[in-house]
């Protein structure tokens, strides 16, 4: 079985920073995709950011320049950084990967953690 955990999230103040840290453990051959959504109250799912296996990078036009995406492999981990943070992101940030496992190394599946508040807010 795999676990996805995200920390990092929190209150910040309109033009702060925060720093989203994502963990995926457990049965793991190899992890593709690795991307953020977000859900503010009463709105849908959004896709955020991703990052693929070789490293490419894609962003929501909402957050291009203020979010970097990034993930360490070595540590099962994808990261995102915020930057420059204003009220209307926030929301619950959700981690999601594509991983195969040992037992099927052809076939990826999608996981997603419990996800993280992110309250901007003076």
């Known amino acids: 079985q795999v676990q996805l955990l995200e920390s990092g999230g929190g209150l910040v103040q309109p033009g702060g920073s925060l720093r989203l840290s994502c963990i995926a453990s457990g049965s793991i051959f190899r992890i593709d995709d690795m991307a953020w959504y977000r859900q503010a109250p009463g709105k849908q799912r959004e896709l955020v950011a991703t990052v693929t296996s070789g490293g490419s990078t894609n962003y929501a036009d909402s957050v291009k320049g203020r979010f970097t995406v990034s993930r360490d492999d070595a540590k099962n981990m994808v990261y995102l950084q915020m930057n420059s943070l204003k009220p209307e992101d926030t929301a619950v940030y959700y981690c999601?990967?594509?991983?195969?496992?040992?037992?099927?190394?052809?076939?990826?599946?999608?996981?997603w953690g419990q996800g993280t508040q992110v309250t901007v807010s003076s």
């Open positions: 999601n990967a594509e991983i195969r496992s040992p037992s099927n190394i052809f076939t990826s599946h999608s996981y």
